[in-house]
C-alpha cells in the first residue's frame, strides 16, 4: 500500500469501460489505516455487565516453549521467577506455573492440540490410526452452557476443524467430533454481537426448521435400521445417533435464542479486520480475538473459550515470526533465545488479557478472581528441539473465588508425574461439575486447590 495513502479507498469503488462496470476485490487500500497499522487501544470496562459466574477460557499455543528458559529454578510460593514468567510479574499473586506434567498417551509432535483437553490415546481403537474423546471444556460446556446464549466459543488462527494429528482446534464432542473454529474478529463480533434484522430472523427459523425435518427423517430411519444390525454395528449406530441428538439440542438453542436481544457493545477501536495470516496484522489479530473473548465473558454470552492461538507446524509466532522452524533448534543457542523471544511475546498478550480480567469488577471483585485461565501447549520443543509429550509448559491463571491457590511453582518429576489430567479435572470440578472422574485423572491436582 502506498504509505502516502490517507483515505480508504471505498469498497464501491468500480472499474468503468465500454459502459461495463466491474467491482473491485477488497484490497488493502479499502481498509483504513489504523486498522492494519497501529496496536489495539480498546481498554476494559470498569465494571462487568454480569453476575459473578464461573467461567473458563483455554489458550493453546503451538510448537512448544524454549522450556530452559521457561521453568523456574525454585519451587514453592517463594519461587524465582524465569526469565520467560518474568514477562508476568505483574499477575505473580494470580497464576500458578505447572512444571514436569504430560499425558501418558501422547505420542508427542504436532499431535497436542489433538489431545491438549482430552488426554485421549488417538490410536485406543484397534483397525483405526486416529479416534478422539470428549475435550474438558466440552464436558463444562454441557452444563454451563445452557444458561448462555453460545455454549461455548471455538476459537483458532485457521478456521474449521484442520485435519487429524493436526488440528485447528482444542475441542471435540463426545463423540470426539472436532468443532470448527473461528478465525475471523469481523465475523465473530457479528455473531455474537450485532441483531438480526426481521429478514435474517425469518430466514434463520426457516434454515433451523428445516434441518429440524431432516434430524426427523435420519432418526427415523435410523431407528428402523437398528433391529437388522449385528452387535458392533448397534454400537456405532448408538454413537451416531448420539451425535444427531447433540445437533438437534443445539438446533433447538438456536431457535430459542433468536428472539433474545444480542448486548449492545461498540466496536470504536476493536480491530476487526486484522489478519491471523498477516505477519504484520498478526499482534493485533491476537489481541482482538482476546478482548472479544472478555467481551464475551464480560456480557456473559457464553462462558466456557477454547482458542487455539496459532497451529501446530505452522501458522506464525506473536511477531511474526516462523514459530515451526524455532522449535526445530537443535539445541542451538541463537534459535532458543528467538524461540524465548517468541515465548515472552505471547505471555505480554496473555498478560494484557489478565489485566482486562483484574481490573474490571464484578460483584466487589475483579472479574479474574471468577475467570479460570489455563494457558499452555501440548508440546515441549526440549533441550535439543525433540518435541517431547512430557513437561509441558503450563499456567492457571485466575478462579480464586472458586477455590484455586496461587503464586507458586508445583513442580513435578516429568518421568514421575500425575496425569495433566488431573488439571483438567480440577477445572471441570472448579466450574461446578460434580465428578471425580476424567481421562486417565487420578484426581485433582495436589496444591493447585
Not at 454480569?50 to 519451587?75: A, E, H, M
Not at 485421549?120 to 481403537?125: S, W
Not at 451416531?240 to 439440542?249: I, Q
Not at 471468577?370 to 492457571?396: A, C, I, Q
Request: proline content about 6%.
Amino acid at each position: 500500500m502506498n504509505p502516502l495513502f490517507h483515505t480508504p479507498l471505498s469498497r464501491r469503488t468500480v472499474l468503468r469501460g465500454l459502459g461495463v462496470s466491474l467491482a473491485l476485490p477488497l484490497l488493502e487500500a479499502m481498509l483504513p489505516r489504523s486498522v492494519s497499522a497501529a496496536p489495539s487501544t480498546y481498554k476494559p470496562m470498569g465494571k462487568a455487565g454480569s453476575k459473578p459466574t464461573p467461567r473458563v477460557i483455554f489458550c493453546y499455543v503451538s510448537n512448544g516453549v524454549n522450556i530452559l528458559d521457561w521453568v523456574p529454578k525454585t519451587q514453592g510460593t517463594d519461587y524465582t521467577l524465569s526469565p520467560t514468567l518474568e514477562t508476568l510479574r505483574g499477575h505473580r499473586a494470580n497464576f500458578s506455573v505447572l512444571s514436569g506434567l504430560g499425558h501418558p498417551h501422547s505420542t508427542g509432535g504436532h499431535t497436542g492440540a489433538d489431545t491438549w483437553l482430552t488426554g485421549a490415546d488417538l490410536k485406543a481403537v484397534p483397525g483405526k490410526d486416529y479416534t478422539n474423546t470428549i475435550s474438558a471444556d466440552q464436558i463444562i460446556a454441557e452444563k454451563l452452557g445452557t444458561k448462555t446464549r453460545f455454549p461455548s466459543l471455538e476459537i483458532g488462527d485457521m478456521s474449521g476443524t484442520g485435519s487429524a494429528l493436526h488440528s485447528h482446534t482444542l475441542a471435540f464432542d463426545r463423540n470426539g467430533t472436532p468443532l470448527p473454529t473461528e478465525n475471523n474478529p469481523q465475523y465473530l463480533f457479528d455473531r455474537l454481537f450485532v441483531p438480526d434484522d426481521a429478514a435474517s430472523r425469518e430466514a434463520t427459523l426457516k434454515r433451523y426448521a428445516e434441518k429440524r425435518s431432516i434430524l426427523d427423517d435420519v432418526l427415523g430411519e435410523a431407528r428402523a435400521l437398528d433391529g437388522k444390525l449385528g452387535r458392533a454395528d448397534r454400537v456405532k449406530l448408538a454413537e451416531y445417533l448420539a451425535s444427531v441428538r447433540e445437533t438437534e439440542l443445539r438446533v433447538q438453542r438456536q431457535v430459542d435464542w433468536v428472539d433474545v436481544p444480542k448486548p449492545k457493545i461498540d466496536a470504536t477501536g476493536l480491530q476487526l479486520n486484522s489478519k491471523p495470516g498477516d505477519a504484520h496484522d498478526r499482534p493485533m489479530w491476537l489481541d482482538v480475538m482476546l478482548e472479544l473473548s472478555y467481551l464475551a465473558f464480560v456480557t456473559d454470552t457464553t462462558r466456557v473459550i477454547t482458542f487455539e492461538w496459532a497451529r501446530e507446524a505452522g501458522g506464525y509466532g506473536p511477531g511474526g515470526q516462523n514459530h515451526h522452524e524455532l522449535s526445530h533448534h537443535g539445541g542451538d543457542p541463537g534459535m532458543l533465545k528467538k524461540l524465548a523471544e517468541v515465548d515472552r511475546g505471547y505471555l505480554e498478550h496473555l498478560n494484557r488479557f489478565l489485566t482486562f480480567l483484574q481490573t474490571t469488577d464484578e460483584g466487589g471483585q475483579p472479574m479474574l478472581d471468577h475467570t479460570l485461565v489455563v494457558y499452555g501447549s501440548g508440546m515441549n520443543s526440549g533441550e535439543r528441539g525433540d518435541h517431547s509429550p512430557k513437561n509441558l509448559p503450563l499456567l492457571v491463571a485466575g478462579g480464586r473465588a472458586w477455590g484455586l491457590k496461587h503464586g507458586q511453582h508445583l513442580a513435578h518429576d516429568p518421568e514421575k508425574h500425575p496425569p495433566l489430567s488431573n488439571v483438567l479435572l480440577t477445572t471441570i470440578q472448579k466450574m461446578g461439575i460434580e465428578t471425580n472422574r476424567f481421562q486417565d485423572a487420578t484426581g485433582t491436582l495436589t496444591g493447585l486447590v
